[in-house]
C-alpha cells in the first residue's frame, strides 16, 4: 500500500466549470475525511465519512460542494460552477480511528481563472 | 473564530539548537493533540501527538508539552537539523475526530 492517493495533483479550470477530484484512502481504514487549505492557512475540515457514510459536512460545504464515497472506497469530492474562492489545496487524509493521525494524501491544487 | 493559533509565522533556528514551536488554543474540549510537518506541494505529515491527560510525550528528537491549565502545547526539536525546515502544524480533536488546524509556523534551520 502506497498510502493516500489524491488525483489530479494539480487542476486548472475555468470560472463557471464543474471539477471531480478523486481521492484513494490507506485499504485497511474506514475513516476519510476533505480539507481544504488556502495560502498562508491550516488545513480546514470540510466533510468525513466513515465507510461509506458521510458522518459530518461543514459550513464550509456549500452546496455546490458534494462528497462522495461509495461502497467506502475511494471517494470523490466535486465542485460545480467553481469559482475564484474555491482556489486552494485540498487534502483527503484516512484513519483507522486509532489515535496515531491521520495519513494524508499530497493534495490536489486547484486554481480557477 | 480560531480555535487553535499560532502566533509566530515564521521561526528561524541554528543547526543544533532546540527549536520550541508554540500553540494556543481556546476550546475546552478538545482532548488530543497532534503536530504536523509540511513541505511544499505535500501533505501534512504526522510528527507527534499527546492525550489531554498527559504533559509531556517524547519521540526521539520530538518532545510535545501540554498545559491544560493555560492551554498551550508546544513542540521541541533538539538538536534541529536541516531537514526539519518545513512548516509545522498544530492541531487539535475533540474525540479523534476532525482535526482543527493552526495556521502553521515556518520553521527555518540555519546552516
Known amino acids: 500500500d502506497t498510502g493516500v492517493s489524491q488525483d489530479p495533483r494539480h487542476k486548472i479550470t475555468k470560472r463557471g466549470q464543474n471539477v471531480t477530484f478523486r481521492c484513494d484512502p490507506i485499504?485497511?481504514?474506514?475513516?476519510l475525511y476533505w480539507y481544504r487549505q488556502t495560502l498562508g492557512q491550516g488545513p480546514e475540515f470540510l466533510t468525513y465519512?466513515?465507510?461509506?457514510?458521510?458522518?459530518?459536512k461543514s459550513r464550509l460545504l456549500s452546496d455546490r460542494f458534494s462528497a462522495e464515497r461509495p461502497k467506502g472506497s475511494f471517494s470523490t469530492l466535486e465542485i460545480q460552477r467553481t469559482e475564484q474562492g474555491d482556489s486552494a489545496m485540498y487534502l483527503c487524509?484516512?484513519?483507522?480511528?486509532?489515535?496515531?493521525?491521520?495519513?494524508f494524501g499530497s493534495g490536489t491544487r486547484l486554481t480557477v481563472v | 473564530d480560531q480555535q487553535v493559533k499560532q502566533n509566530s509565522p515564521s521561526l528561524s533556528v541554528q543547526e543544533g539548537r532546540i527549536s520550541i514551536l508554540n500553540c494556543d488554543y481556546t476550546?475546552?474540549?478538545?482532548?488530543?493533540f497532534l503536530w504536523y510537518k509540511k513541505y511544499p506541494a505535500e501533505g501534512p505529515t504526522f510528527l507527534i501527538s499527546i492525550s489531554s491527560i498527559k504533559d509531556k510525550n517524547e519521540d526521539g528528537r520530538f518532545t510535545v508539552f501540554l498545559n491544560k491549565s493555560a492551554k498551550h502545547l508546544s513542540l521541541h526539536i533538539v538538536p534541529s537539523q536541516p531537514g526539519d525546515s518545513a512548516v509545522y502544524f498544530c492541531?487539535?480533536?475533540?474525540?479523534?475526530?476532525?482535526?482543527?488546524f493552526g495556521t502553521g509556523t515556518r520553521l527555518t534551520i540555519i546552516p
Open positions: 492541531a487539535a480533536s475533540i474525540g479523534n475526530e476532525k482535526l482543527t
Open positions: 487524509a484516512s484513519s483507522s480511528g486509532d489515535r496515531y493521525g491521520y495519513t
Open positions: 476550546n475546552s474540549m478538545f482532548d488530543y
Open positions: 465519512f466513515q465507510n461509506e457514510a458521510q458522518l459530518e
Open positions: 485499504s485497511e481504514h474506514n475513516r
